[in-house]
């Protein structure tokens, strides 16, 4: 996927934006790591639909992504060759226009992207709520097809607010790890990474595998051991001399 268009045109692309405050960690975490999920999901053809990107409220264009936050995408082999190609950008009104669903990484940047554009404000959630409004959805309702999927999904989940018992605020808040430990980072991307894969598995369900499942053919059964027949008496040597007799000299 880029951040232009998919291959069957634009009209067929559902676009996803990720956004938090300086687009160097939190965010692009989210747009690299949901990227090669839906690729190794649907392959890189029907993954295309769903085009994936991240930007900052106050981001420094073009900013490298921070080094501890990439260093937790190498579980996936993509902290050098991907996340190394990643630049910074700054969020703009037109991102929001084009955007179908916009997740925030905390309640404030759902928050600044409806202040920058109020259209966005029905398309637009923090990503910790997003997941948990998904995962009350009747995934049985939703199409099959990836990108029409996740447009029923948002608005199902849309419908889900003011009905799902409330959370403390920090429950839907992923931190901001800059300037903190290399904790700070992990924890944050764990928080991410839990969003994420439950946004794909509603996105791009597992599909079963195709053909029956072949199990391996049991051994066949042994027969049954006959029972032993007792050894005849042993006979006598043909070598013994008869009794009384003396015995023969070894040569």
Excluded: Y
Excluded at 64 to 69: A, E
Excluded at 149 to 172: F, I, K, N, Y
Excluded at 192 to 199: F, G, K, T
Aim: charged content about 25%.
């Amino acid at each position: 996927m880029n951040r232009h268009q998919a291959p069957d045109g634009p009209d067929s692309v559902f676009r996803l934006l990720f956004v938090c405050t300086g687009n160097i960690c939190r965010s692009p975490f989210a747009e690299i790591l949901t990227r090669h999920l839906l690729i190794g999901r649907l392959g890189g053809r029907e993954a295309a639909t769903i085009e994936v990107s991240s930007a900052g409220v106050s981001a420094v264009p073009h900013g490298r992504m921070h080094d501890d936050t990439r260093d937790e995408l190498s579980p996936w082999g993509l902290d050098r060759q991907v996340a190394g190609r990643f630049v910074a950008r700054q969020l703009r009104s037109p991102m929001i226009d084009q955007a179908d669903l916009i997740l925030g990484a905390t309640p404030r940047h759902r928050s600044a992207v409806v202040e920058r554009n109020p259209a966005g404000l029905a398309k637009t959630f923090g990503l910790r709520e997003f997941a948990r409004l998904a995962r009350a959805v009747d995934v049985s309702a939703l199409p099959e097809q990836p990108g029409p999927r996740a447009r029923a999904l948002v608005e199902l989940a849309r419908r889900q607010r003011g009905l799902l018992p409330p959370v403390e605020p920090e429950d839907d808040r992923i931190p901001d790890p800059m300037g903190g430990t290399v904790e700070d980072h992990h924890h944050a991307t764990v928080l991410i990474r839990e969003a994420v894969s439950l946004l794909v598995d509603v996105v791009a369900p597992p599909r079963p595998a195709i053909g029956p499942v072949r199990r391996p053919a049991a051994p066949p059964p042994r027969a049954p051991l006959s029972p032993r027949r007792p050894l005849p008496p042993q006979a006598a040597p043909r070598w013994l001399p008869p009794a009384g007799s003396a015995p023969r000299q070894s040569g």
